[in-house]
């Protein structure tokens, strides 16, 4: 995606319900023995504020993309996806796939065919375009990625389930727009610690909330205490166009799920340290694309991914769904 503007830094995943995951399609793992949990981070005063200062800056980044970029949240009007078929067409006739009723855009504008992981895209009327990266285009083979026709855009969505979202920078969704929450920056949510690799990683089911199996590999686990707390999550890298080979991610919930943060769970990007080790600052835990809006396909955080702790960092719950 990513659907967010670049976090630090972001990893591109999905959005959340509550369901378990499903049993191995190539084989279980076998049982890793359990590394001493990683203690919180230990920050010196001027690390502290540094890091303190860019969570919050990353923050206001964040609020300020959700209410004003041409692809937020607030600006996805429709989705449709392709389920059975090769091609959608988008244009203002009814007779279209994706009806886009607007005089900026021709009766038939364009179809978009999957062609493996990418998508063809052909303008259709005489005079139609659409534009990539600001060029002006009739036809185009592109990865997953978004176009624009007229004032709108529209993102060719891969993750297997072929989709296009429509986004318009007048959507009166904006005006809902009242803020996000976020817990206090808290270190003692933050780790520097190595991952426990799958000894046997296997590819795993993930549901989504478009009730799409997604496929992921199941990389390893990463141990930690929370207030002397033994804690365990899995970190999985989903098996899609886009995803890099080394982008793993973490899709969670916990006691605080339901109550202050979102009740289909958060997601934590996995940053390498570049040393055998790993960043998890669950300060930066963020809600995914779901709490917001219906036009998303978001993974489900995994029953063995529940922690029973509280995790009382990164983004609450802010109500808009």
């Known amino acids: 995606m990513p659907d967010r503007p670049t976090r630090l830094p972001a990893l591109a995943l999905a959005c959340a319900g509550l369901l378990s995951l499903a049993p191995a399609l190539v084989a279980p793992a076998l049982a890793a023995s359990r590394p001493r949990p990683a203690p919180p981070v230990r920050l010196a005063r001027a690390a502290a504020d540094s890091i303190r200062a860019a969570i919050e800056q990353d923050r206001r980044d964040t609020e300020e993309w959700l209410r004003t970029s041409p692809t937020s949240y ?3 009007i429709l989705r449709r996806d392709f389920e059975e ?13 994706v009806r886009v009723d607007d005089p900026e855009i021709a009766a038939r504008h364009l179809r978009v065919t999957v062609v493996g992981d990418s998508f063809r895209v052909e303008a259709l009327d005489e005079a139609a375009t659409f534009t990539v990266r600001g060029e002006s285009r009739r036809a185009a083979t592109l990865p997953p990625s978004t176009i624009g ?4 855009q529209v993102r060719l969505s891969h993750q297997r389930f072929p989709a296009l979202i429509v986004f318009d920078p007048k959507s009166p969704r904006y005006a809902e727009y009242r803020g996000l929450s976020w817990y206090p920056v808290d270190f003692r949510y933050r780790f520097e610690l190595p991952l ?3 000894p046997r990683p296997d590819t795993v089911i993930v549901m989504s909330t ?6 992921a590999l199941r990389a390893g686990w990463f141990d930690f205490a929370i207030g002397g707390r033994a804690c365990r999550l899995e970190a999985h890298r989903l098996l899609e166009p886009g995803v ?3 982008d793993l991610g973490i899709f ?5 799920t339901g109550k202050e943060t979102y009740s289909v769970g958060r997601y934590l990007d996995v940053q390498p340290l570049g040393d055998g080790r790993y960043l998890l600052d669950f300060n930066l835990a963020y809600n995914p694309a779901c709490a917001v809006s219906d036009h998303y396909n ?3 955080p995994t029953k063995d991914n529940t922690l029973k702790v509280a995790i009382r960092a990164g983004e609450k719950d802010s109500h808009y769904h």
């Open 85 to 97: 078929r090769a091609s959608l067409t988008v244009g203002r006739d009814g007779s279209n796939d």
């Open 149 to 152: 026709i007229g004032r709108f």
């Open 252 to 256: 969670f919930r916990d006691a605080t």
């Open 244 to 246: 890099g080979e080394h």
């Open 298 to 300: 978001c993974p489900i």
């Open 210 to 215: 478009r009730g799409n199996a997604r496929r």
């Open 196 to 198: 426990t690799p799958n």
């Open 74 to 76: 607030f600006a996805a």
